[in-house]
C-alpha cells in the first residue's frame, strides 16, 4: 500500500481533527489479557468490516501501552459502552492517571478468548486479533469475532464535538417519511 507522506497537497493536521471532532461515534473500551495482567482503552475509532466473516476493526494509538499487549496476546474484546458508562469511558481514557487500576471500574467477566468483558455494556465483540496494518501514529487492528453480546434494549453512549452524548431522537431509517420512534 503507498503511503501518502505528511504534506503531499494535505489539509493541516489540526483542520482535520476540528473536522473530524464532528463525527460521532459509540464509545468503547478495548481490552485484552496478557500473562495474567488486564489491559485497555477508550476507543472511538472503532468500525465494522464485514459480517461474513464477521469481522471488525479498531485503530490503536502505538504510543500507548494496550498496543503493544494486543499484539502479543493476539486477541482483543470491543466493548460498546452503554449510556450509563461514562465513568468507565473516562477511567480507560486515562483520566485517572497511570496508577490507577482501570478495572476497579466497572465489572469485568471472560466470554470465550479471556479478554475482559464488561458487563452490563451496549455489545460485546471478542475477538481473535487477524491482520494488522501500520498506518502512521496507529495500528489498525483486525478482530476476527469468535463470540458476541449484545442487549438492543440498552441505549449506547456516544462521543462527539469533544462531548459524551446521548441518544435523544430515533426514527426509522426505511420508507420514505421519516417516523419518530
Ligand atoms: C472519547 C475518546 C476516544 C478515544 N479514541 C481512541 C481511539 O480510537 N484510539 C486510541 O488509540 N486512543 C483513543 N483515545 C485515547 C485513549 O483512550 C487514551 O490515550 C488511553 O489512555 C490509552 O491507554 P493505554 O496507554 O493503556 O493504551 C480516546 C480517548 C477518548 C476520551
Known amino acids: 500500500m503507498t503511503e501518502v507522506q505528511p504534506g503531499a497537497g494535505l489539509v493541516a493536521p489540526a483542520d482535520y481533527v476540528g473536522a473530524i471532532a464532528q463525527h460521532v461515534s459509540s ?41 503493544e499487549k494486543i ?54 465483540f471478542d475477538c481473535r486479533l487477524g491482520a494488522t496494518m501500520e498506518q502512521s501514529s496507529h495500528s489498525v487492528f483486525f478482530g476476527d469475532v469468535v463470540a458476541v453480546q449484545s442487549r438492543p434494549a440498552t441505549d449506547t453512549l456516544l462521543y462527539g464535538a469533544r462531548r459524551f452524548r446521548q441518544l435523544r431522537k430515533v426514527f426509522s431509517a426505511t420508507g420514505e417519511a421519516a417516523e419518530w420512534l
Open 27 to 67: 464509545v468503547c473500551v478495548i481490552t485484552t489479557e496478557h500473562e495474567g495482567q488486564r489491559y485497555g482503552l477508550t476507543a472511538t475509532a472503532v468500525s465494522s468490516v464485514t459480517a461474513d466473516p464477521p469481522r471488525l476493526l479498531v485503530c490503536v494509538n502505538k504510543s500507548g501501552q494496550t498496543h
Open 71 to 124: 499484539l502479543a496476546a493476539g486477541k482483543f474484546c470491543v466493548n460498546v459502552l452503554a449510556e450509563d458508562q461514562d465513568r468507565v469511558a473516562m477511567v480507560f481514557a486515562g483520566m485517572g492517571g497511570k496508577a490507577l487500576d482501570r478495572f476497579a471500574t466497572g465489572e469485568w467477566v471472560r466470554l470465550a478468548t479471556g479478554s475482559p468483558v464488561l458487563a452490563g455494556a451496549s455489545a460485546v
